[in-house]
């Protein structure tokens, strides 16, 4: 069975401490949050925790549709989870307990939603036991409190399904969390097993005397924990070996360290080691309360990861320096993430004016993007942005263009072009914005424009053939889509709207939308927005062959949510696509391998995928 669906609607079984925390990260990412939880006194709890989180959501960004409104709650386990698309279950930490209340949850939830559980210490295979569904069953470990630190440890049991592991990581990391996969399952997980052992040798130092309860947390917390906030142990000795990195500290510092190893100690845990603590802690807390240096914490907390969110967590980045770039229309936003989903980050808010196409020069360090603007009004533009999201700069005024749509960079004549759906054009204009060209006309009268035949929308371009592709919509899936190609230079003494030169590539599709180029193997790609079976889908021909043998176009990739935005990355053969769905998917050129990276991000239009990425001003 495939889990990936959309998700909207999510269960949380259990509202202490945990379960609050999930529900008001969940209500912060924009979903419905159903609750459940017999104890007295229950909902009210809830509902004043995520009161009391929500300004700290605030400070991390909240996400489209975000309100508390959204929060339900009933006491009845059947009614929470019978609409819920994902469920995170936060139940007392009992084997037996866990094991009943795990099959009653697959009783009663859909088929297709995948159960989480917040379990700190119990394996899934033992979870599952009793169910009948056990392949959508896993462990979702969050690190405390979950609406604060990314962290989500993900494991599945014996029985659990790979689909199911594979779709619950793209969701965590759809929704800003961090998640790691645990190829095994192992008591404790594994942050809970580090945590045990740093603290076992803080436990066995302050039994030996070397050190206070005050010296030892300053040990950790002004030192290695400052640089382990940056980046993680191996790769801070990689850091540490200078120029030779790893290769140098494995071959001459390794050693040293493994003997170090052998040295450390195991405490004695007595009644007087027991008090030492205890009492080292209460001098250190100073009269403060529990709450208070918890509330303390998590500041620091919010500014780190604001720190971090702003340096582009520079030391999680891929060497190559590559990302996806996409846009949320619904949230006014311009979003970039690493390949694998992981990384959001929002590169510049408060796009109100429809933006739809996107394209990345990596070399230069700038975004472009189309503002379709109010498609009656002929007032769309075209903007530019560096990389970080600073100077953003319009550079085809409002009323230069009708609607843009997609846009296609190339670098090597410095231009872009574009669509303009009710504008009827293919258009062009230098890298700054200026002169502006109109390379193709389809129509220009009011009646002209009601005909959704004449509307332009995908684009790309052929720099080396010469050659410009684009895409003509036809009606909301009226099977009356087309994609033609010219060359790029309109012919000698002919005009935009009478070209001799336009070839129709192919015809009768249901709603084109967006398209790109794989020139190594001359091979045309596009999005489809129209109805099953051949709409909703991403697919391929071949740009080439003559028009008596071309081949029917090949489905590559079903199931879309009114697919939109398409980016090709042929050197690694994947390819990658949004829809208005919210969703960002990855998938092999050939369609194999599809992924959900990351859903219920808003309505999304374009994408664009960019490798060797630098800032503007380097």
Known sequence: MTFAKPIHRIAIVGTGVIGASWAAQYLARGFDVVATDPAPGAEANLRKYVDEAWEQLRIIGLSPGAARERLTFTSNLKEALSNADFVQENGPERPDFKIKLF???????????????SSSGLTMSVIQTDCKRPERCLIGHPFNPPHIIPLVEVVGGAKTSPAALQQAMAFYASIGKKPIFLRKEFPGHVANRLQAALYREVVY??????????????????????????????????VG???????????HLMDPLTGLMKALGNPEVTAELKQTIIDGVL?????????????????VLLGLLKLRARNGGAAHRNA??????FLDVSGGRMVSANPNGSDLTVVIDGLTRIPDGIAVD????????????????????????????????????????FTPKQLALDKQSGKLYWSDREGMRVMRANLDGSNIETLVETGHTDSDRRDERNWCVGIAVDPGAKKIYWGQ?????????????????????????????????????????????????????WTDRGDPPRGNTVNRAPMDAPKKSRRKPEILSTHLMEGIGLSLDPSSQRMFVTDLGGSVYSAKLDGT???????????????????????SNQ
């Open 103 to 117: 099959a009653e949850m697959d009783d009663a939830t859909p088929a297709d939603s995948i159960l989480a559980s």
């Open 362 to 401: 990596a070399q230069a360090g700038h975004i472009y993007w189309t503002n379709m603007g109010i498609p009656s009004k002929n007032d769309g533009s075209i903007e530019r942005v560096d990389i970080d999201g600073r100077n953003r700069k319009t550079i085809v005024p409002e009323g230069a263009t």
């Open 473 to 525: 919509k036809g009606p909301d899936n009226g099977g009356q889509g087309r994609i033609f190609r010219a060359n790029l230079e309109i012919p000698k003494s002919q005009t935009p709207a009478a070209r001799t030169d336009i070839e129709v590539l192919f015809a009768g599709l249901p709603e084109p939308i967006d398209l790109d180029l794989d020139l190594a193997t001359r091979t045309i790609y």
């Open 593 to 615: 391998d599809k992924k959900a990276l990351l859903i219920a991000q808003g309505n999304l239009t374009g994408v664009a995928y960019a490798r060797g990425l630098r800032s």
């Open 205 to 238: 130092l302050i039994q030996q005397g070397v050190l206070s309860v005050a010296d030892a947390d300053d040990a950790v917390s002004w030192g290695p924990g400052l640089r382990w906030g940056v980046m993680g142990p191996s790769l801070q000795w990689h």
């Open 283 to 299: 001098t250190e807390a100073a009269g403060r309360s529990v709450d208070q240096l918890a509330q303390e914490e998590n500041a």
């Open 241 to 251: 070996g200078g120029p030779g990195g790893i290769r140098h500290f494995a071959e």
């Open 320 to 325: 190559a320096e590559e990302r996806i770039f």
